[in-house]
């Protein structure tokens, strides 16, 4: 799992030069940056030197997780301006340091971010190689990074294409950025098998419920994808029908991981296509389940009487037919799906929720009308 470090101090960023802080005044020529002085007063762990509200929730709610991490078949680092990729447990100095700030002296201006984007997803292959060699395999890459500016260091693509890990990318609903570190240590102190037992693990593209101990609740699901190839997704799938902007966003969202995946799945030797037939399935089931509430997929009735029997539906019934019979085969044959099938799933999918979006439009024009 990854972490962003400087995200998760809760401090007013209010003094203009980071070198006249405090921390970074009295920075010392440490081991850690190359030097040989072995005050170890000014050393703590990181998990003990970062303090903001991802500490102090996990630490209310598990007290002895830190100490018990040790025992789990599971790292977790973080990613910080000052030292690059950091073990939980790896002893480190004060300092305020944000991939946000410019280098002093360097022209044009250089970010921190600009400086580790050259190097860091160098380091966290090695990082995974070393694992290896020691007989501690990495088979999942969690992204729990709160900050895009954070994620954007990272070559998401070349991490993947590792052979033998899979990388899953965090998103919250309904909302963003640091306001999900509370709930990121709720899933740490109450879920930490689902980051590595296998039985057990996170699915992507599944929404879990996460609630604080003060009442709040979103929904956090995982994705193959990070924001940014999800945004180009998007914009493919638009291409080929503007419409499908008026779907629900958590909607359209589902669509472009499918579409991703596709795209991404088309490169890789040996990839079998038919999780992505699966996955484009989902996205009509899940409109489905928006426009027949009292329907949902594990019922003995199939999506396709379903649909039929729905007046406003019934159009699409012959779609929905053909669709789930490359859908079963894809989820339940011995046989490999082969791509011109996902193809005609993809088409199949493309159509019927371009009438889901031209049913939410013209639900909305009713509304409008209505309130007028």
């Known amino acids: ?38 005050e170890k007063h000014v050393f703590l762990p990181a998990h003990r030197r970062y303090n903001g509200r991802f500490f102090v929730e996990l630490d209310t709610l598990a007290p002895g997780f830190w100490n018990e991490l040790n025992q789990q078949p599971v790292e977790l680092l973080f990613v910080s301006g000052l030292y690059g990729l950091l073990l939980w447990d790896e002893v480190i100095q004060d300092y305020d340091c ?40 990495v088979r999942h890459v969690f992204n729990l990074l709160s900050e ?9 693509e070349r991490i993947c294409s ?67 190839d999800m945004n180009r997704a998007i914009a493919s799938i638009l291409r080929d029908d503007p419409s499908l902007r008026a779907l629900p966003d958590d909607l359209l969202q589902e669509l472009a991981a499918a579409e991703n995946t596709w795209q991404s799945a ?51 019934a012959d779609d929905v037919n053909t669709l789930w019979r490359i859908r079963n085969r894809a989820a339940h044959s011995g046989q490999a799906t082969t791509k011109t099938s996902v193809k005609n799933a993809r088409n199949l999918v493309l159509r019927i929720l371009s009438r889901g979006a031209h049913i939410e439009v013209h639900r909305s024009q009713q509304s409008n009308r209505q309130s007028v």
């Open 266 to 316: 088309q490169s890789i030797a040996g990839f079998d296509p038919g999780a992505c037939a699966v996955l484009y399935t989902k996205c009509v089931e899940h409109w489905l389940h928006i426009e027949m509430p009292d329907w949902y997929s594990g019922s003995r009735v199939s999506a396709y009487d379903a649909v039929r029997r729905n007046r406003d539906l019934k159009s699409l």
């Open 98 to 137: 944000h991939l946000g700030d410019y280098v002093v002296g360097k022209e044009p201006k250089q970010t921190i971010a600009g400086i580790w984007r050259r190097i860091l997803t160098d380091v966290l292959c090695e990082f995974i190689k070393t694992e290896r060699a020691h007989d501690r395999p």
């Open 1 to 38: 799992m990854i972490h962003d470090a400087e995200s998760l101090f809760d401090r007013f960023r209010i003094e203009p030069f980071r070198d006249l802080r405090g921390g970074n005044r009295s920075l010392t020529s440490g081991p850690d940056v190359g030097g040989a002085d072995l």
């Open 148 to 156: 895009e500016l954070y994620q954007e260091v990272f070559d998401w």
């Open 162 to 228: 590792v052979p033998g890990v899979r990388v899953h990318h965090r998103e919250f609903r309904p909302l963003a950025g640091t306001d999900a570190l509370p709930f990121i240590a709720r899933m740490l102190a109450t879920q930490l098998p689902r980051f590595y037992d296998e039985s057990a693990l996170f699915k992507d593209g599944e929404w879990y419920s996460c609630s604080l101990q003060s009442g709040s609740a979103v929904e956090v699901n995982f994705q193959p994808a990070p924001k940014a």
